[in-house]
């Protein structure tokens, strides 16, 4: 049987809802060879995540979802194999979690204008880990009677043009490269079919991003329809990018995005997995092992 990768991938360290651990178990039952952990911003679940997957014997890859502000939109660049310790990597993640954190106050600010009391506090208590999110903030109003489900809350409340909306600041797409490269990672756009970009503008990310060094487009992905990933397949094979696939699995509660469940990578595109890069990564990893299990 192949190998099955899922590189993207959330626990309660972001807006998951299932522990590191849990997770890492949901995906060894579902087959999973190798699983990324992804979470926004942040890092914090990798460990726990790592001890469990020796536990059941799976590989965990140390990844973080980006939030970049590019132009008027935000994008999420992925970074795969990362050395979590890095320092550059630790302050441009702190970077992020203080416009994180100020934005939350920020939308609550304007949901309380809405007459909406106590969002902050409401959606703290839905974030397991140090990042809140919008999605915090959508369980919150749910929970309230504002909206059915995540799908109206979003619609309803936290897109731009909505009343709980406050626009990114978060970093540039040269400052996640740095980042990602520095920690000795690799850089995928997230789900490129989800940007509404246009042909021209799509074009242009993928310039800036290969002139910058990024390495991969995440071609299949739980949320791109069949055509979206031929799209993205093509893209790949024309520009020389390498291939990622993840399902952005946040958590039973999104059916939608399940794991284990992913199409296979199509024919005409090479996978990160398979790049100089990435064999270079794994064997450092294995390297490290005797290194830190003779220091415990
Ligand atoms: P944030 O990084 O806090 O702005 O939140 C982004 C996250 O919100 C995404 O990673 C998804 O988990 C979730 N999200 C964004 N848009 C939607 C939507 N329309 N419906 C449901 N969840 C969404
Ligand atoms: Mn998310
Ligand atoms: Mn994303
Ligand atoms: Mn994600």
């Known amino acids: 049987m192949a190998i099955q990768y899922d590189l993207h991938s959330h626990s309660t360290a972001s807006d998951g809802s299932l522990s590191p651990s849990e997770l890492v178990r949901l995906a060894k039952l579902r087959n999973i060879d190798v699983l990324a952990l992804t979470d926004h911003d942040n890092i914090d679940g990798i460990r726990e995540a ?4 020796d536990k059941v014997g799976l ?4 990844g973080a979802e980006l939030s970049v502000s590019w132009g008027h939109k935000t994008l999420h660049i992925v970074g795969l194999n990362l050395d979590i310790d890095h320092p550059d990597l630790l302050k441009g993640l702190r970077q992020l979690c203080e416009f994180r954190q100020w934005r939350s106050e920020e939308i609550a600010r304007r949901l309380a204008k809405k007459r909406i009391e106590g969002a902050l506090v409401g959606a703290q208590t839905f974030a397991k880990g140090k990042i809140i999110g919008r999605v915090h903030f959508a369980r919150f109003l749910i929970e309230q009677g504002y909206a059915k489900d995540m799908r109206q809350v979003f619609k309803r409340y936290l897109v731009q043009g909505k009343p709980g909306y406050v626009p ?4 540039t797409l040269e400052e996640a490269l740095g980042w990602i490269h520095g920690a000795g990672g690799q850089a995928v756009i997230a789900h490129p079919a989800r940007y509404r970009l246009s ?6 990310l993928l310039g800036e991003f290969q002139e910058l060094g990024g390495e991969a487009l995440e071609v299949v992905s739980g949320s791109h329809s069949r055509d979206e990933i031929q799209h993205m ?3 790949c094979q024309r520009n020389g990018l390498l291939a990622s696939a993840g399902s952005d699995y946040h958590g039973p509660e999104n059916p939608y995005m399940d794991m284990g469940k992913l199409p296979a990578m199509p024919g005409n595109c090479v996978p990160v997995w398979e790049s100089p890069a990435w064999a270079q990564t794994q064997t450092g990893q294995i390297e490290a092992i005797p290194v830190s299990s003779a220091a415990l």
């Open 50 to 53: 790592r001890l469990e997957a």
């Open 59 to 62: 590989q965990l890859v140390a």
């Open 168 to 171: 990114g600041d978060w970093a």
């Open 199 to 204: 042909a021209t503008r799509l074009r242009q």
């Open 233 to 235: 397949a093509q893209l």
